[in-house]
């Protein structure tokens, strides 16, 4: 017996049941549904948009789907502006990711454009500033047996994977390696 027939009430064997016992085997999308966005809200945070996706993937119709997280919405389930504060706050602070790549990650995720520049607004120039800053200082420490130009470069590729403006790290490795009694050119270091 399959899993499916199983499910359904009837053995593989016997013909597929016709008339009331046929709908009653289809599935009741609505509860389906409510199942794929408990179990995954269960895990982690996730955004309405990353829940329709998964509903949309188990074909649920797309009415239900809305309706289904319209109400969770309404009962603070779903909360694409809190989800994206959170993002936000640990992208920045765990990860050290820029607001640049954090506004990626927010549209990836399917975060409207209104919440998401709401939610980054939370990350200031100077906070950048400063995540960029202790970064530049952790790459350029755990690479310091290297020569100067080779930890200039692996900072530089390390803090642009992060989504730091190129100018910002540029200056910042500068300072770094002018504390460190090097110098650096347009050309490389001296």
Not at 15 to 36: L, N, Y
Request: glycine content about 6%; charged content about 35%.
């Amino acid at each position: 017996m399959t899993g499916t027939a199983r499910r359904r009430g009837w053995r593989q064997d016997e013909p597929p049941p016709t008339g009331a016992a046929a709908q009653d085997a289809e599935p009741d999308h609505e509860s389906v549904a409510r199942a794929i966005a408990l179990r995954l809200l269960t895990g982690a945070p996730r955004s309405r948009s990353q829940l329709a996706e998964a509903m949309a993937r188990r074909n649920v119709p797309e009415d239900v789907a809305d309706r289904v997280l319209d109400r969770f919405t309404d009962v603070g389930l779903v909360d694409d502006a809190d989800y994206a504060r959170t993002l936000v706050r640990t992208r920045h602070a765990e990860r050290g990711l820029s607001r640049r790549a954090i506004a990626v990650e927010l549209r990836r995720r399917g975060i409207a454009d209104d919440l998401a520049d709401d939610a980054l607004a939370q990350v200031d120039d100077d906070d950048e500033e400063t995540a960029a800053r202790e970064l530049v200082r952790r790459r350029l420490a755990s690479t310091a047996g290297l020569d100067a130009q080779v930890r200039a470069r692996r900072t530089y590729a390390a803090l642009g994977r992060k989504g730091y403006p190129p100018g910002l790290v540029a200056r910042l490795v500068r300072e770094a390696l002018a504390a460190e009694g090097l110098e650096q050119d347009d050309d490389g270091l001296r």
